[in-house]
Each structure stands twice: as structure tokens, then as C-alpha cells.
């Protein structure tokens, strides 16, 4: 009467397919507990919604409970003891109630130690054997049984005792732990057979630590009677100073016939005065006891320290002190000569002992003067190179190339790395007189090409001269063992004579190209370098730079300070007397001329760039835009012109450098900045065309298109006062 709840609960079902009871724990009818049971309460002692609603596998992961313990075991068929006390750990997993039983292990027990029981659940002793070992189960100075052993707690860790008290268990007072009865009688027999004082120390931990990796080298020799010609053998001495320890390394020279063997000796102590008689075992030790009691007092004994050392064979080894150069040491019976030492050996014994002498020790003739190697004269066959490596090795292999030189000098781009003069014959025939040849000399590999200029009604068939090649310089023997010498570029300029295979050609003048390389690589060429050719001119002109100055003053009777490139030319050649080069002369002419100074017609250079882009089917006018505005960071719209020029040499566009630089510097701001997209939409000629002129025809420089034909003047003017100001100074 008066109940609401009639439920039942499920207490039985199916565990591995077989029937069985499965709700021990379950209440009967209502939620009543059945006859007998006993109820687990619903929440622990702390009352509900204190700690945390975690899993246990989560909350107390990592948390172990740590209890010190002992069982005794008894030995059976031993007089000297009748049981024994092993002392171990039981840990206590909280996570999953889980216990492990470890027993500590001791050296030289006897017995096999570690894991006695593995981590798992230990079930209660029997009646309760359905039932596994839970916290509530431990507290000290109890006993829990595991698996029929009786284990007795007396101790356990800091936190153990914190968890515990939290959980409300009251903690008992910590038990002594019972010492084992034959352990503490083996002790009394071990220290009974130790040594009383004095007591004698021996650190070597300290040495060890400061010269942990400090090592002495010598470089020594010796002298072996013994072998059949006497000669020295050379070895290497080590002494490691961590502890006072030397080994010995022979160097064996190649092909002695020697064996090879690691060590000549291996590391250990080396005394002095050895070899030496055997020693019984025990008789060599570092410490010395006496027995005080001998055998009158049955068979105990008592022993005690020599301090003294009484009966101790002293034995003297090699220390640091021992070993400078020019002394002489005893290896085992062999005498061997210390000859040098390395640079950490001498700040060694310098900072130590303040030596400053290691003259080191010669103990061989200096090796004989290596023979020159000559090789055998050319034989005509092949390159002088292919020869020579022939004669190198067993193996020949092909002459080695400046790969470095080629991919340096190779053409790139507008730079095309060739250096092209118009030349002629030196001859007194008049049919070769106005023969005109272009030699272009190429960089990457040091070749030369010869072309002569076709004309008409000449009678010569004009074409390849000379094929691509690299030309001796004449006047060498041809059956040499020396390599031929070769032209090179400095031997190339205008007005210099040179000799092909029998042909003497005249360099009269170059190509654009040439002289601005010439001129922008100075230091390699000589007759391009302004500083060098101003310094010969004023030594020569410094003695008489009045009358210089009125040859030029009246070479200008308009005063305007400016004159034409003959006069020039004519006033340096009589004031050096010939000394200067005509590629000297046009250097200094090109250096002080006049810049002319226009201003091009933007809408006539577009007209010319678009004609060029058509006739080459450029229509990538929209990628370009793209790249030149992945470039503009800061999304700007103008950027460099060095970056856009770059840019435009990636696509290939078909535009002459000094036309495209021209653009560029027509599309620049105040800031010299190129605002790119106007330059892009002014190039496009499908969107933008721009009818070209056609009245007006102004050739393009193209440095390939280069006829040979020489400009009727290298320069218009040139501007005379600066050149007399850089030679004797401004004029007061």
C-alpha cells in the first residue's frame, strides 16, 4: 500500500551467447533492494554536483597510488635462514582499478626480481572471489591478500595520502619496515672485511672533467736495429690527459711492404723503466691493507689501511712533464725520439711550463727535388690540345672546355658577346687594295670568322674568308712541346695589323657594339680605357701643356670650344708623334663629343615599334599587362624602367634596345617611375594601331644587320676644354 513504482529490473541476458545472471547489483520490484543485497550508494561520499562529471578513465588518467609493502617467504632446506623479507611496491591505477606489484631489485640477490604481479584486476580472497579490489580496500598498516600472499602496508607517497584523505578515508600511523635476517647478516661479515681508516681517496673524476678530449700529439721516430736496412719509422704520439693514458700510431709510407696494423701501441700507461719482471696477480694495486690479527685469533680477521704503502711495487709512468721535443723515451725496450708537436701541444706546454722553444727535430733527408715534366713536341696530327692530354694519363680523355667562360660569354638576349671590325688587306697589289672583310671575334670560346664584303664588278667572289676558328699568332715553330699562343680580344682594335694564316688585314673601324663592350669592360682592354689612355697622353704632352693648348685654341677660331673629329685626330697624332692608336684616338673622341640632345616624336617611335611587333605576330599584349601589374606591389601603376625593360626581354619583344629604352624613358613620370599601362596600350597595335609614316624611314640597329660599312665621322664634335682641364688642370 502506497507504493507508485512497480518496475522490474533485468537481471538476467546474454554474455557470449550463453544465459547467465548479469544484474547483480540490480534492485528488485520498485527499486527496492532484494533480501540479502546491498546496494551501492548512488554518488560517493562528497555530495552530488561536487568534482567533476567525467569518466574515470578521463578524470583519473594518470593518477597512480603508490603503497610501500613486504611479504615474508619462508626457506625451506636452509640452516642459515629460515624465511625472508622482500619489500615491494603495489600501485594502485585509479583510471580503471587495476593493480601492478613490483618488487625493486637488489644486486647480487640471487633472485628473480621486478614484476611480481602484472597490472590487472586482483579479485577479493575467497568467499568474497566475485569481487575485485577497489580503493576502499587500502589504507596503511593493513594487510591485503593477492592471490593467497599476504602482503603487509606500512607506508605510502605524498599524494597517496592527500587522494585518500579526500576521499574520507582516515588514515592509520606508518609502520617500521622489518629488516631481512640474512641480508643484515651478510652486511656484518661485509663490513667485518672492509679496510678502518685511514682512509685513502683517489679522485679522478676532476682530471676527467677539465681534459675530457685534451690530447697531446707528437710526431716521433724510430731508429729499429733491427730491420734489414735501418731505416726510421715514423710514428705519431698521443698522450690523452683526462688520464695520464698514451698510445702510439705508425704511419706506414706507401709501398714499404710493411703490414698495416692499427695501433703500434695500444692506450694504457706507459712506465718508464720497461720491461720489467711479471708481477703475481693482486701484488700491482692502488691500496694496501694489513690484517692486524693475522691467525691468532681463529679465523676472524681485521683489516686496516697502509697509508704507508708497506710492500706496494711503486712503478713510475710517463707524465706530461716527460715529453718535450729532442727527448728520448722507452717504449717497452724500443727507444724512440720525439721530433715535433702540433699547435694545440705547444700553447699546451707554453701556457703549463712556459716553454717557448719547439725548434723541431730533423731526423731525414729532405726528399729529392720533384723531376719537371716534359712532354714530347707536337706531331702535326690533331689540336695541339688533343695531343697534349694524350700524353696525360693511359686514358685519354678530350681536352677540357672553359664551360664557365662559354655560359658567361654566350649570346643572350641583345647581347650577342661578338666583337665585329672591318678590316683590309695590307698588300701592294691594287686589286686587293679595296677589298673590305669583316672579322668577328667571338668571346665564348675565343674563335675567329672571317667574311669578305661582296661588290660588284670586282671580279672576287666574296663570302666566307676564313672559317670559325681559333688562329695561332704567327712567327711560332709549329713542332713544339709549349703550347702556340693564340689571338685573343685585347690583340683586336682599331688600327692594329694582324697576321691570319699568311694574310696581313688592317682593322680600320667596329661596330657600335664592340666599342661600347670595349669601353664598358676598360679593364680588360686597354685602348678603351679613358684613365689609362689620358695618363700616357699626359706623359707625354705634361712638358709642353702651353703650346698644346694654343694648337687647340687655334684649331677653334670661333671660340665656340667645340671641334670636328679630324682636326682632332690630327692634333693628337702630332702631339704624340704617332705613339697613340686610332682605337686610342675615336676612345677619347667618343668620351668628350657632344651628345646630341633631342627630343624623338612619341607618335613616330610608337608608329615604328607597332610595325615591328606586326611583323612579327606579337599579340601577347594582355599576358604582358598582367606580369608588369603582378609586379606593381604596392599597385601603383608605374614601376621601374630597368624592371620593365627586364620584363619586355622576357616576352621577346621584337623592339631594338635603344628604341624600346627610348619608350620606356617617353612613358616616365617626374618620379622617373614607367607608367606601364599606358606604355602597354600604346604598343598594342590591334586595339590602338597608329599609322606609320611613310615619308620618313629610319633604319633600325640591329647590331647583326651590320654591314661593315664605316660612318663618314666616329663623332660630330668634340668639346676640347674638359679634355685640357683633365690633363693639366683648370687654367687660371
Not at 694496501?288 to 676472524?300: A, D, E, P, Q, S
Not at 674568308?465 to 685585347?490: V, W
Request: aromatic share 12%; charged share 30%.
Amino acid at each position: 500500500i502506497g507504493k507508485e513504482k512497480f518496475h522490474k529490473s533485468q537481471h538476467w541476458g546474454y554474455c557470449n551467447n550463453v544465459a547467465m545472471l548479469v544484474g547483480e547489483d540490480k534492485p528488485g520490484i520498485g527499486g527496492e533492494p532484494l533480501p540479502g543485497q546491498k546496494l551501492k550508494p548512488k554518488y560517493s561520499v562528497f555530495p552530488e554536483g561536487i568534482g567533476s562529471d567525467a569518466p574515470a578513465w578521463v578524470a583519473f588518467d594518470k593518477q597512480v597510488l603508490s603503497f610501500d609493502a613486504y611479504f615474508e617467504e619462508e626457506v625451506p632446506d636452509k640452516n642459515q635462514e629460515l624465511y625472508r623479507i622482500r619489500h615491494c611496491k603495489i600501485y594502485f591505477y585509479l583510471e580503471d582499478d587495476t593493480i601492478q606489484v613490483i618488487e625493486p631489485q637488489v644486486k647480487n640477490s640471487g633472485i628473480s626480481q621486478g614484476t611480481i604481479v602484472r597490472r590487472h584486476r586482483i579479485p577479493l580472497p575467497p568467499p568474497h572471489e566475485d569481487q575485485f579490489y577497489t580503493i576502499d580496500h587500502f589504507n596503511i598498516n593493513i594487510e591485503v591478500i593477492l592471490y593467497a600472499r599476504r602482503y603487509k602496508i606500512i607506508d605510502c607517497d605524498q599524494f597517496t595520502k592527500n587522494f585518500l584523505r579526500k576521499m574520507g578515508v582516515r588514515l592509520n600511523p606508518p609502520t617500521g619496515r622489518p629488516d631481512d635476517p640474512y641480508t643484515k647478516e651478510r652486511q656484518k661479515i661485509l663490513d667485518s672485511m672492509k679496510p678502518l681508516r685511514p682512509y685513502e681517496r683517489i679522485d679522478t673524476l676532476k682530471q676527467f672533467l677539465e681534459h675530457n678530449g685534451h690530447i697531446l700529439r707528437f710526431f716521433c721516430v724510430w731508429d729499429d736495429p733491427e730491420s734489414m736496412f735501418h731505416d726510421p719509422r715514423e710514428l705519431v704520439l698521443r698522450y690523452y690527459l683526462s688520464d695520464d693514458t698514451i698510445d702510439i700510431k705508425e704511419i706506414i709510407p706507401v709501398n714499404s711492404g710493411r703490414d698495416v696494423v692499427p695501433l703500434f701501441l695500444r692506450r694504457d700507461k706507459l712506465p718508464k723503466y720497461a720491461p720489467t719482471g711479471l708481477y703475481q696477480p693482486g701484488t700491482i694495486t692502488s691500496r694496501t691493507v694489513l690484517n692486524v690479527f693475522g691467525k691468532l685469533v681463529g679465523n676472524r680477521s681485521r683489516y686496516i689501511l697502509d697509508n704507508r704503502k708497506t710492500g706496494a711495487v711503486h712503478q713510475e709512468f710517463y707524465r706530461d712533464s716527460d715529453l718535450k721535443i729532442g727527448a728520448v723515451i722507452n717504449v717497452w725496450g724500443r727507444k724512440i725520439m720525439l721530433c715535433d708537436c702540433d699547435e694545440f701541444t705547444k700553447e699546451y706546454y707554453r701556457t703549463k711550463y712556459g716553454i717557448e722553444d719547439f725548434t723541431p727535430v730533423s731526423y731525414k733527408a729532405p726528399p729529392p727535388p720533384k723531376p719537371e715534366k716534359t712532354f714530347p713536341p707536337y706531331t702535326g696530327f690533331g689540336s695541339e690540345e688533343d695531343s697534349l692530354c694524350s700524353c696525360m694519363g693511359l686514358l685519354p680523355k678530350p681536352p677540357q672546355k672553359d664551360f664557365k667562360k662559354f655560359m658567361e660569354k654566350d649570346r643572350s638576349g641583345m647581347e650577342s658577346n661578338i666583337l665585329r671590325f672591318l678590316a683590309k688587306l695590307v698588300t701592294d697589289s691594287p686589286i686587293d687594295t679595296d677589298r673590305k672583310f669583316i672579322i668577328s671575334y667571338f668571346l665564348s670560346d675565343d674563335t675567329i670568322s672571317v667574311f669578305e664584303h661582296i661588290q660588284q664588278n670586282t671580279g672576287i667572289l666574296g663570302g666566307k674568308f676564313l672559317e670559325r676558328g681559333r688562329i695561332k699568332k704567327p712567327g711560332q715553330e709549329l713542332f713544339k712541346s709549349e703550347p702556340s699562343e693564340y689571338f685573343k680580344a685585347q690583340n683586336l682594335f682599331v688600327g692594329a695589323r694582324v697576321c691570319f694564316h699568311g694574310h696581313n688585314f688592317l682593322l680600320v673601324d667596329a661596330d657600335e657594339y664592340t666599342f661600347n663592350y670595349m669601353e664598358k669592360h676598360a679593364n680588360e682592354f686597354s685602348v678603351a680605357d679613358v684613365g689609362v689612355i689620358l695618363k700616357k697622353l699626359k706623359d707625354i704632352a705634361e712638358s709642353r701643356s702651353r703650346e698644346v693648348r694654343q694648337v687647340f685654341a687655334s684649331s677653334d677660331p670661333e671660340h665656340s670650344k667645340v671641334i670636328e673629329y679630324d682636326p682632332f685626330r690630327n692634333l693628337i697624332v702630332s702631339i704624340t708623334d704617332g705613339a697613340f692608336s686610332e682605337h686610342e684616338i675615336m676612345t677619347l673622341g667618343r668620351y668628350y663629343s657632344v651628345k646630341d640632345e633631342y627630343e624623338m616624336d612619341l607618335h613616330f617611335l610608337l608608329s615604328v615599334a607597332q610595325e615591328q611587333l606586326k611583323k612579327n605576330s606579337f599579340e601577347n599584349f594582355e599576358q604582358l599587362s598582367a606580369v608588369l601589374t603582378y609586379n606593381d606591389r604596392e599597385k601603383c601603376g608605374v614601376l621601374p624602367r630597368e624592371m620593365c625593360r627586364t620584363i619586355c626581354k622576357s616576352f621577346k619583344l621584337p623592339v631594338a634596345d635603344d628604341d624600346l629604352q627610348a619608350l620606356l624613358t617617353m612613358f616616365e613620370d617626374d618620379h622617373k617611375q614607367v607608367e606601364y599601362k599606358k606604355f602597354v596600350d600604346g604598343l598594342n597595335w590591334r586595339e590602338n594601331q597608329i599609322p606609320a609614316f611613310q615619308t620618313i624611314k629610319v633604319p633600325l640597329k640591329n647590331e647583326d644587320d651590320w654591314s661593315g660599312q664605316p660612318p663618314s665621322l666616329p663623332v660630330k664634335g668634340i668639346k676640347y676644354l674638359p679634355l685640357l682641364d683633365d690633363l693639366f688642370g683648370k687654367e687660371e
